[in-house]
């Protein structure tokens, strides 16, 4: 019989944060139109899209609540930390320069706020029924090391990648040992296909960017491989799911007049082509018309109605996995 989950517990980057970094000296936000463009009341909350995140998508599909909130400058609800919060950070990954673990320290304070609330006895039961997404990784690649660039000097991709790898297995650990039961881990995307990194490493034509995507790709082959690895351990991972998001984001890009789709290259804010963040204003940049035709909103990050395709894929796919 399935788990019902009640509990949805977030780790990443700005796929799934729903605006923490607002409350993080970062130049790296979204609390400033036009994001938020299409939210409830038109806010920008500090997620990086026009309206939803999947975070929200996977709280709604699994009937838990209609948004996932920021641990961070928000006022919450007992019933809002009982149901679950996200921890992601805009622009952290499983590099040591930008690290994802981290957000345990905030994930260990959240336990806490709930053994106030609840006690020991019902929350370790809300932490048994939970399930944790975890969503990082696109950041070190894309950003970190292709093009800020501080790794590429002394890295190449497939020693990058074993680095990266060093991090994800550190998280996976601190996370069980936290007393996660269910884990679904999500994979890297097309990264080369992102509008800027068309923009940065696609050439005069903008095509996809195929030594990123390849890097994309490897990291994905080792992820899965040491997930198998540590699913091995029926104790420490009850339940841990890789999800393969690499195809349908592929899908989207290389057909999306399949999803209702007009534009797939550039995204919705300015230019299209490197407007992210704090370059993504509305005070400068003009934003498209009709969003609902573009796959992306700004340069790296989809659009709400992408989201909700790339989740609808998720749940098709992985739900019988997590036991959801």
């Not at 788990?3 to 936000?29: A, E, H, L, Q, W």
């Not at 939803?52 to 948004?67: E, M, R, T």
């Not at 091995?232 to 209702?260: A, C, S, W």
């Amino acid at each position: 019989m399935e788990n019902k989950v009640t509990v949805v517990i977030v780790f990443g980057d700005s796929i799934v944060d729903p605006g923490n970094n607002n409350d993080i000296r970062t130049g790296v936000k979204a609390n400033h139109a036009p994001y938020g463009k299409d939210f409830a009341g038109h806010v920008a909350t500090g997620r990086f899209s026009n309206g939803l995140v999947p975070s929200d998508f996977i709280a709604q599909g699994l009937n838990v609540k209609q948004l996932v909130p920021a641990y961070l400058g928000v006022q919450h609800t007992p019933e809002d930390l009982c149901t679950g919060v996200s921890f992601a950070s805009a622009a952290t990954g499983f590099d040591p320069l930008t690290p994802v673990i981290a957000q345990l320290v905030y994930y260990d304070e959240y336990r806490s706020k709930l053994v106030g609330i609840v006690g020991e006895g019902e929350t370790k039961q809300i932490i048994d029924g939970a399930l944790f997404v975890v969503c990082a990784g696109t950041d070190d690649i894309a950003n970190t090391y292709y093009t800020i660039p501080v790794r590429r000097v002394e890295y190449d991709i497939p020693s990058y990648v074993d680095l990266l790898l060093v991090g994800v297995e550190s998280f996976l650990r601190n996370v069980s040992m936290r007393g996660a039961k269910r884990i679904g881990f999500v994979g890297l995307p097309p990264i080369g296909c992102l509008p800027s990194q068309r923009t940065l490493g696609g050439g005069l034509h903008r095509s996809c960017a195929l030594e990123r995507n390849a890097a994309a790709q490897l990291y994905n082959t080792k992820v899965q491989e040491l997930i198998r690895e540590l699913g091995k351990d029926m104790v420490g991972f009850p339940t841990l799911v890789y999800i393969d998001i690499y195809n349908v984001v592929q899908d989207l890009v290389d057909h999306g007049e399949r999803y209702g789709f007009r534009e797939t290259t550039l995204g919705c804010c300015g230019t299209g082509t490197i407007e992210v963040s704090t370059r993504c204003d509305a005070r400068f940049d003009s934003v498209c018309d009709d969003v609902s035709q573009h796959v992306f909103f700004d340069s790296y990050h989809p659009t709400q109605p992408a989201y909700k395709v790339i989740v609808d894929y998720i749940f098709d796919h992985y739900r019988q996995f997590l036991r959801v």
